[in-house]
């Protein structure tokens, strides 16, 4: 026993501290090692691509969103990881800096893009790098209004299957009760997106509610420049906003006035079936009705 229990205590015990030790190494070993994949620059370029660069280049001008070339020089480095992750509250705190971006850039608010801490911090390790990226081509064909109106509403339907846009979004007259509001009225968007702006936005679907949507059923180009063209139309108008108000007093309007005239109704019949019930049930019973004798 004694033996034995030496042995552990010189060679035993020894190895087995190595043994942890060396567990332990391996086991960091991996997670600094992952962790530097998921936060690199490369990880960050290829998120800009899919969610940021409809909106913004990177000296390449402005898109939706200001060109975010030196914007780490601009701004506080923990000021710009917080705006990516969390926009929409840093705009309802009143952020005098977002304020002052919202003025300039029509309104149009950053999304919550739902990003993880590890993503933004790659983001911000690709602003470093300094890397630049191109604003999308957006050489389209021809595009045509009627067309445009056809997909807004689904009279036809999207070469990918996708919703037709009339499901969450109204637009300056299209449909007597105007369409959904899930999505905002998108009778003044031209104006505020600018051609650059709305095409980028609906090439590669720009707005986290739509992108599920339309994974996978992404409009054709021809699509993005009918829906262009059409939106363009309505833009110019001008007079048209408020639509949503006006379709929406009228959806009242004519179901109050429904209303109105099938109580109309529903009394004048009643009134009659009582009678000729009553009347009925007299005869039945051999009375004759007061009224007649
Ligand atoms: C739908 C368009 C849109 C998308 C998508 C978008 N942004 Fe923005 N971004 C904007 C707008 C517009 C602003 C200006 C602030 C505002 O109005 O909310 C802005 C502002 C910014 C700013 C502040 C720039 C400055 O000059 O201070 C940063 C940084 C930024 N965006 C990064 C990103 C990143 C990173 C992504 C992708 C994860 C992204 N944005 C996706 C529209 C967008
Ligand atoms: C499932 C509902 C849904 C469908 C279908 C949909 N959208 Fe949207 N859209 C939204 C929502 C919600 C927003 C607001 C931003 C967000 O939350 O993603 C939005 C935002 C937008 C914006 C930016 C408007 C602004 O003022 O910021 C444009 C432009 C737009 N959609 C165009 C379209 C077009 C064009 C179609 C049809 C091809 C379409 N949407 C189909 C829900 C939808």
Same mark, same amino acid.
């Given at each position: 026993?004694?033996?034995?229990?030496?042995?552990?205590?010189?060679?035993?015990?020894?190895?087995?501290?190595?043994?942890?030790?060396?567990?332990?190494?391996?086991?960091?070993?991996?997670?600094?090692?992952?962790?530097?994949?998921?936060?690199?620059?490369?990880?960050?370029?290829?998120?800009?691509?899919?969610?940021?660069?409809?909106?913004?280049?990177?000296?390449? *001008?402005?898109?939706? &969103? %200001? $060109? #975010?070339?030196? @914007?780490?020089? =601009?701004?506080?480095?923990?000021?710009?990881?917080?705006?990516?992750?969390?926009?929409?509250?840093?705009?309802?705190?009143?952020?005098?800096?977002?304020?002052?971006?919202?003025?300039?850039?029509?309104?149009?608010?950053?999304?919550?893009?739902?990003?993880?801490?590890?993503?933004?911090?790659?983001?911000?390790?690709?602003?470093?790098?300094?890397?630049?990226?191109?604003?999308?081509?957006?050489?389209?064909?021809?595009?045509?209004?009627?067309?445009?109106?056809?997909?807004?509403?689904?009279?036809?339907?999207?070469?990918?299957?996708?919703?037709?846009?009339?499901?969450?979004?109204?637009?300056?007259?299209?449909?007597?009760?105007? *369409?959904?509001?899930? &999505? %905002? $009225? #998108?009778?003044? @968007?031209?104006? =505020?997106?600018?051609?650059?702006?709305?095409?980028?936005?609906?090439?590669?679907?720009?707005?986290?509610?739509?992108?599920?949507?339309?994974?996978?059923?992404?409009?054709?180009?021809?699509?993005?420049?009918?829906?262009?063209?059409?939106?363009?139309?309505?833009?110019?108008?001008?007079?048209?906003?408020?639509?949503?108000?006006?379709?929406?007093?009228?959806?009242?309007?004519?179901?109050?006035?429904?209303?109105?005239?099938?109580?109309?109704?529903?009394?004048?019949?009643?009134?009659?079936?009582?009678?000729?019930?009553?009347?009925?049930?007299?005869?039945?019973?051999?009375?004759?009705?007061?009224?007649?004798?």
């Amino acid at each position: 026993m004694k033996i034995r229990h030496k042995v552990w205590n010189s060679f035993g015990r020894r190895s087995f501290v190595i043994l942890l030790l060396s567990v332990f190494f391996l086991l960091g070993g991996c997670q600094t090692s992952a962790e530097s994949d998921l936060q690199s620059s490369s990880a960050g370029k290829d998120i800009f691509d899919e969610s940021c660069a409809s909106c913004h280049s990177i000296g390449d *001008g402005i898109i939706v &969103g %200001p $060109d #975010l070339q030196g @914007v780490l020089d =601009r701004r506080d480095r923990a000021w710009v990881a917080e705006f990516i992750s969390i926009p929409d509250q840093l705009i309802l705190s009143g952020d005098p800096i977002v304020l002052e971006l919202l003025a300039e850039y029509n309104d149009i608010e950053m999304p919550n893009l739902a990003l993880t801490e590890t993503e933004v911090e790659s983001l911000l390790i690709f602003f470093e790098s300094g890397e630049s990226v191109e604003a999308v081509d957006i050489t389209l064909p021809q595009g045509h209004v009627a067309r445009g109106e056809a997909i807004f509403t689904g009279t036809q339907a999207l070469e990918m299957g996708g919703t037709p846009c009339i499901a969450c979004h109204t637009v300056g007259t299209v449909g007597a009760f105007g *369409g959904g509001n899930l &999505g %905002p $009225d #998108l009778t003044k @968007v031209y104006s =505020r997106f600018g051609k650059i702006g709305l095409t980028s936005s609906l090439q590669n679907i720009a707005f986290p509610t739509m992108r599920g949507v339309y994974e996978e059923k992404s409009l054709t180009n021809q699509e993005v420049s009918d829906l262009l063209v059409f939106l363009t139309i309505n833009s110019a108008r001008g007079e048209e906003e408020g639509v949503a108000d006006s379709a929406s007093a009228l959806f009242w309007g004519v179901g109050l006035m429904g209303a109105a005239l099938l109580f109309g109704f529903m009394s004048f019949f009643w009134s009659q079936q009582k009678e000729t019930l009553s009347d009925r049930l007299r005869k039945d019973a051999g009375i004759t009705s007061r009224r007649h004798s």
